[in-house]
């Protein structure tokens, strides 16, 4: 009997301490299509609206010429979409591989800003919709 109410106090401190569980979750997706990898995460309140997007676009050049080129064109404009609120975004290259990751905090950001960063999804469904949609569309999502 000891040993219960040990382990039922402890279910309770530890559920005290947790909350009851996270109030947040986190939907990952990935595609890939020849050599344009995408992998998306989105973070929901507890109601599974969205309120993050995090974009990391990866792509393999066919030549160091082309990836030095594209990596001038985009990152020559990511000042400018870091100044947007509520966005944060970065540029690399590695190898051949050039990877732009765009993060978007949806309560901060407008629809027609989260359009200028190139993000066309809607996301004014829920979770569970957006990783329904992106599984039908070829993703693998987690």
Do not use: H, R
């Not at 990935?30 to 973070?43: E, H, M, N, W, Y």
């Not at 609206?49 to 676009?57: E, G, L, P, Q």
């Not at 404009?77 to 970065?90: F, H, L, Q, R, Y």
């Amino acid at each position: 009997m000891k040993k219960i109410c040990s382990l039922f106090l402890a279910i309770i401190c530890l559920t005290v301490v947790t909350g009851c569980g996270s109030s947040k979750n986190q939907i990952t997706c990935t595609s890939t299509q020849d050599d344009l990898k995408v992998v998306a995460t989105i973070t929901t309140d507890k109601d599974d609206k969205i309120t993050n997007v995090k974009m990391d676009t990866s792509i393999t050049a066919p030549s160091k010429e082309e990836l030095d080129s594209t990596y001038e064109i985009l990152n020559s404009s990511v000042d400018e979409m870091n100044k947007i609120k509520g966005a944060k975004v970065n540029v690399s290259k590695k190898n051949l591989t050039l990877t732009m990751t765009i993060q978007a905090d949806l309560k901060a950001i407008s629809d027609e800003d989260l359009e200028s960063l190139g993000i066309s999804e809607d996301f004014n469904v829920t979770g569970t919709e957006f990783k329904k949609n992106a599984e039908e569309n070829g993703a693998t999502c987690k």
